[in-house]
């Protein structure tokens, strides 16, 4: 900081660099969910969902442990207590989150999913209230309200049987339920992980949480008995490899490097633009149809984002 600056009392200006970490999560993050889409593809001899789920995350958490290696050094021996909110954080956010919505891509299109998970902030919203016991403000119950009725509006066409086919028939009901177990399981995650961000660094927290969820569904995989799926195509592997590279690593890394810099406000849009994001990248790479109302749905839910975090934020 300059003498100037100091005497006017002035923030120091926030590198480039961090608007480009900002951007990288708007762009990788909204666009998961079509690259778990395109992964899945290819019919009975194609990879299943913990085959995929797996593999991602054996090779993500090596990347991420490497980097973080590298950058920091080896991280403090880890206490017992540590170790067991690593495990149960890890199969409840990579297992039930973001596993329970990976499953839901098998029968829905991607636009569908990534709507749907849009309201995680909601989730996670409602849960911490729970767990603090705290009695919200009107603000506060007018937003979920105005959520989970966003909500309905995005599944509405699937139950109520809509033109275009955003969910695979006979599935409706069961993906409905695995998108919105999906989104409760991300944000209890994300709760009970809040006392290892004391003791470790994000990245080797966010490592082990990978491992752990890697070790249980390799056992699962195997458990599973399906065939080695036949070689993916070009689509698919470019797809793996933004799944591993760029939304488990790059995404992670991106995001604990904006929460450092950015306002709470500015750090939580992600929030707002990955579901338009997805949204839009699923219509224009995969010509996915997309229902009015779901769409208009999906605004209730980012308005209703933007009630919600304001309030948190102050």
């Excluded at 666009?31 to 899945?40: D, E, N, P, R, T």
């Excluded at 991420?64 to 403090?76: D, F, K, Q, S």
């Excluded at 919105?180 to 399981?185: E, F, P, Q």
């Excluded at 070009?234 to 799944?243: D, E």
């Amino acid at each position: 900081m300059t003498s100037r600056e100091a005497a006017s009392g002035a923030s120091p200006a926030i590198p480039l660099s961090a608007y480009g970490h900002l951007l990288a999560i708007y762009i990788v993050w909204g666009g998961s969910y079509m690259a778990v889409k395109v992964s899945l593809a290819g019919g009975p001899a194609a990879v299943t969902v913990l085959q995929l789920q797996s593999t991602r995350l054996w090779l993500a958490s090596a990347l991420l442990a490497l980097a973080t290696l590298v950058r920091h050094g080896l991280p403090p021996l880890p206490s017992r207590r540590d170790i067991a909110i690593c495990v149960a954080s890890g199969l409840v956010m990579w297992m039930g989150g973001n596993g329970l919505a990976t499953l839901a891509s098998r029968h829905a299109t991607s636009s569908f999913i990534v709507m749907a998970m849009g309201a995680i902030p909601l989730w996670a919203c409602l849960l911490d209230l729970v767990v603090e016991r705290v009695v919200p403000s009107r603000r506060v119950v007018l937003g979920l309200l105005l959520g989970l009725f966003g909500l309905f509006l995005v599944v509405s066409p699937t139950l109520i049987g809509g033109h275009a086919v955003i969910i695979e028939p006979g599935y409706a009901e069961l993906t409905v339920l695995l998108v919105i177990g999906a989104g409760l399981s991300w944000s209890f995650g994300t709760i009970i992980q809040r006392p290892l961000m004391r003791r470790l660094r994000p990245e080797w927290a966010a490592t082990f949480q990978m491992l752990s969820a890697a070790v249980v569904l390799s056992a699962l995989a195997v458990g599973e008995g399906a065939p080695i799926p036949s070689a993916p195509n070009l689509p698919q592997w470019l797809a793996f490899g933004f799944l591993t590279i760029f939304a488990s690593v790059i995404g992670l890394t991106s995001y604990i490097k904006v929460i450092g810099t950015f306002s709470p406000i500015i750090a939580s849009t992600f929030a707002y633009v990955n579901p338009i994001i997805g949204v839009l990248l699923g219509w224009i790479i995969l010509g996915e149809e997309l229902e009015p109302v779901s769409l208009a749905g999906l605004g209730v839910v980012l308005a209703s984002i933007a009630i919600v975090l304001s309030r948190r934020s102050r």
